[in-house]
Every structure is written in structure tokens, then in C-alpha cells.
């Protein structure tokens, strides 16, 4: 028996029958645009023991909507390695500071926790397709997830996405589109799904009200592997970077269900990583319906929004959270200083965590003592073209000391 209840609008409460992808009836009526949420029971619940490592998340099926028996899409996702992170935890005066490392799934990003469970949902439902509008990792997720349940995968993309990432989503099989603009890629999308009964695997709607609320809940198992991971106790914070803030929101869910099982006595605190201030801001006002802070083009692609979700300020309400934001020279300094110090060549939006968590050690906000997680939501390999723009290009060298030397000192400035 799952601990799954129903569907609720995340603003009145009203228990919701179909269309999870739209906005609330009732809600829209008054002008609100938003989202449902998961309802749980985890009380008297227990987490099962580990017996098998390739079921990732399913391990924790009963913590999701789909039930017992759903045509679950599986790659393999999830149980991915938290690793200790001397020596840029001593930089930035940390004793505790241990990456989870998303880089580790299936399509080299957390987005296949959310992405396996809505194809899932996809093929339970029977929906002909999936349509996703991406700026990349949730794009290649879903095109990989649908490829494996059989479905056909409409990608629609914008037109400054990284070559590394088209060629991914492609590979995988998903039709590939850029529309001139972000609102012509909702328009489209929405047909499709309207009139062609395909399955969003990303928001249908603008403002945005989040990812599929069944999808959303395969960050639970982020939480729930975490806290296994420190030998069932819970982080003092977790810093994790945010686009509209599906994952911190769901890692948020996973932590109240560890919590409601009896697991542990307090919530971890949330620290969102951001681009253009939006959940800073729309923190800071209090707004019950978020509003959009003013964005430009950014290398961080995947996290470069002004808009954030009402689910990721209610998550961050609940866990004593902040907020605090990453320019993209500073995000491309820490890409190289953390693969030079750690050996982590991880994507700029993830790097931005660890230029917020750095801020708010320096604000005395987050203590050197403090057990802290930074999610590394993907590789560097995702976009490898934006870590080229600070790279020396590589010199040709004829066989000779005199030579080595000499490009040593012109190509990287050092003296041998
Ligand atoms: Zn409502």
C-alpha cells in the first residue's frame, strides 16, 4: 500500500481529477495561474532496505503516485555517489561539504528522476507522444525516456542551445525545433498537447506553474538517498540550483515525508541558486503568486530565468530558505576553480551553488561546521563551447625542451 493520497491545487486545496498540466479551474477563475501538488500519508511509513542497487528511484515506488503496478520507464536513474569535498570546503571554510553528483544518471543530469516518472506517466495514461519545451537537460531526459518506452519526442528548443545538446537530443531520436521566440515555443507546445493529446514533460503554461506534480516528485529520491547516504541523518543545508525550482521544491517534499515517517526532527535548510533574483525577491515581498524579476541572456542556460514557481517559495518558506544569486563570470571562475581543485568538470548552473553557498558562508548565514549538500545537476560536457571562451588554445609544439618551454610560458604562463 502506497502512501499516495490525490491531487490538490497547491493554492485552495480542491482535490483535482484531470489535466494535472493546467492550471487549477477554480483558481484560473479568480486570475490565478498555478499548480497541483502530490498529497502523501508517510506516517508509520518505512524507507526499504537497499537490496538491489540497480533499482534507483524505484526503490522508493511507494513514495510516488504512479502505484504498485504502473509500466514504469526505467534507465537505470538515481543512486548516484555523495562525495566528500575536501579541498573547496576548506577554501571556502567548510568542514562538511559533500556534493551529490547528478552527473551520474543515465543522461548525465537530475532531470531523468523527473523525466523517468513522467514518461511513465505518459505511457500509463496512453498519450501518442511527449513534447517538452527545453533549454537542454530536461529535453535530452525526456527524449532518452521516451525513446526507451517507444514514444515518439517533440523537443522544441532555443536557438542559442548548445551543439553538444542538440546532438544529444537528437541521438535519442526526439524531433528537434527553434521558434524565434520563448513564447512561440509555449504556443506550439500547447497545440500539441491540446490538440494532438501529447504528454507535456515540461510547463505548459506562462507564468510558469512547474513541471508535472508526478513528474516533480523523482526528486523526492534525492532526499531520501541523501539521508541514507549520512547514515540516516539530516544535512544542515542543501544548496541547489534553480530554474523555475521543480528539484528544490521536490527534494523539500522528500525531507517533510522523512520527517512525517519519524526519520528525523527537523527540515534541512534550502539554499536556491539563481541567475536574475526572482525567488530572492519574490521571497523577500512575500508575493503569494510570484512575480517575474528582469533576465538577460545568460551561459548559465540552464537556470537563466526570472520567473520562479509559487511551489518553490512555499518550499522554501518551510525550510528557513534563501536565496541568493550567481553572475556568469562568477560561475565560470568556480567551473574552473572546482575541476581544478576537485576534478569535477561539472555545468556552469551548477557551479552557481557553489558560488551562492560561498556568499552565505561569507555572510556567517550558512557556519563552518554545518553539514552541507551542493547539487551537481550536470556535467560541463553538456556545453563544453562556453568553457572554451576562458581555455588557452592548445599549442603546437616541435619535439624540442626549447619549444615545451617556451609554450608553456606563452600559452599558459608558467615558467619551467
Ligand atoms: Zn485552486
Redesign the pocket.
Known amino acids: 500500500m502506497g502512501s499516495y493520497k490525490e491531487v490538490r ?1 497547491i ?2 486545496q ?1 482535490p483535482m481529477e484531470t489535466a494535472y498540466y493546467d492550471s ?1 479551474p ?2 484560473k477563475a479568480e486570475g ?1 495561474n ?1 499548480n497541483y501538488e502530490t498529497i502523501y500519508d508517510c506516517t508509520g511509513k518505512r524507507l526499504p532496505e537497499k537490496t538491489d542497487e540497480s533499482e534507483g528511484i524505484y526503490r522508493y515506488k511507494e513514495f510516488y503516485s504512479l502505484g504498485e503496478n504502473a509500466p514504469y520507464v526505467s534507465l537505470g536513474e538515481g543512486n548516484t555517489p555523495l562525495h566528500k569535498l575536501n579541498r573547496i570546503g576548506r577554501e571556502i571554510g567548510l568542514n562538511h561539504l559533500y556534493m551529490k553528483d547528478e552527473s551520474k544518471n543515465p543522461t548525465m543530469s537530475h532531470k531523468d528522476r523527473m523525466c523517468s516518472l513522467i514518461v511513465s506517466k505518459a505511457l500509463a495514461d496512453k498519450a501518442p507522444g511527449i513534447v517538452i519545451s527545453s533549454t537542454g537537460n530536461q529535453g535530452a531526459a525526456a527524449a532518452a525516456y521516451a525513446a526507451v518506452a517507444g514514444l515518439p519526442c517533440v523537443v522544441f528548443t532555443t536557438p542559442n542551445v548548445s551543439e553538444t545538446m542538440k546532438t544529444l537530443m537528437q541521438a535519442y531520436g526526439a524531433q528537434v525545433f527553434v521558434t524565434p521566440t520563448m513564447s512561440d515555443r509555449g504556443i506550439i507546445m500547447e497545440k500539441l498537447v491540446r490538440e494532438m493529446g501529447y504528454y507535456p514533460a515540461s510547463g505548459l503554461l506562462s507564468p510558469p506553474i512547474g513541471s508535472s506534480c508526478f513528474g516533480v516528485d523523482g526528486y523526492k529520491s534525492i532526499a531520501f538517498e541523501v539521508f541514507e547516504q549520512l547514515n540516516n541523518q539530516v544535512p544542515d543545508w542543501f544548496v541547489v540550483p534553480i530554474s523555475y525550482g521543480d528539484t528544490l521544491y521536490g527534494i523539500s517534499k522528500g525531507m517533510k515525508d522523512l520527517k512525517e515517517m519519524g526519520y528525523i526532527d527537523r527540515l534541512p535548510g534550502l539554499a536556491a541558486a539563481e541567475v536574475f533574483h526572482a525567488a530572492e525577491r519574490n521571497l523577500e515581498q512575500d508575493n503569494e503568486i510570484p512575480i517575474e524579476q528582469p533576465g538577460k541572456p545568460s551561459i548559465q542556460t540552464s537556470i537563466a530565468t526570472g520567473w520562479v514557481t509559487c511551489q518553490t517559495i512555499k518550499a522554501l518558506k518551510e525550510c528557513k530558505g534563501v536565496a541568493r544569486t550567481s553572475n556568469d563570470e562568477e560561475a565560470l571562475a568556480m567551473q574552473k576553480r572546482f575541476a581544478k581543485t576537485e576534478g569535477i568538470y561539472a555545468e556552469t548552473a551548477s557551479c552557481a551553488s557553489l558560488v551562492v553557498l560561498e556568499k552565505l558562508v561569507a555572510e556567517g548565514r550558512i557556519k563552518p561546521d554545518d553539514k552541507v549538500i551542493v547539487l551537481i545537476t550536470s556535467t560541463g560536457l553538456k556545453d563544453p563551447g562556453t568553457t572554451n571562451l576562458y581555455l588557452p588554445k592548445v599549442p603546437c609544439i616541435e619535439p624540442t625542451l626549447e619549444a615545451f618551454k617556451k609554450a608553456m610560458k606563452d600559452s599558459y604562463g608558467l615558467e619551467v
Open positions: 491545487c493554492r485552495c480542491k487549477c477554480y483558481c490565478y498555478l
